[in-house]
Nanobody, 123 residues
Framework: QVQLDESGGGLVQAGGSLRLSCAFS????????MGWFRQAPGKEREFVAA????????YYAYSVKGRFTVSRDSAKNTAYLQMNSLKPEDTAVYYC????????????????WGQGTQVTVSS
């Protein structure tokens, strides 16, 4: 059984910062990746960032590159999404997800999901 527990969302003013955490428990895989996605009301779920667990290689959506940083702490089995210079358009429910083999920008290709955490950026 794989479980992802997210934390760290909240309300912040534009220009502020938040850090999301995603603690991973259960079985692991040889080349899994942790992804971050978000979904705003009335919009499709979209890729934000991902990290390949073994190498730590990060991947970013163009809209967040330079503002968000994805990282992981292998000892704690936890992934992080540091979000700086937040904008109102970053407002969404943020989800972490795990994929057993490699990374993908398609949310349909992820196997396990966290419960989601609300991030609200006020102008």
């Amino acid at each position: 059984q794989v479980q992802l527990d997210e934390s760290g969302g909240g309300l912040v003013q534009a220009g502020g910062s938040l850090r999301l955490s995603c603690a991973f428990s259960g079985r692991t895989f040889n080349d899994y990746a942790m992804g971050w996605f978000r979904q705003a009301p009335g919009k499709e779920r979209e890729f934000v960032a991902a990290i390949r667990w073994s190498s730590g290689t990060p991947y970013y959506a163009y809209s967040v590159k330079g503002r968000f940083t994805v990282s992981r702490d292998s000892a704690k089995n936890t992934a992080y999404l540091q979000m700086n210079s937040l904008k109102p358009e970053d407002t969404a429910v943020y989800y972490c997800a795990a994929r057993a083999s490699g990374y993908s920008i398609r949310w349909t290709e992820y196997d396990y999901w966290g419960q989601g955490t609300q991030v609200t950026v006020s102008s």
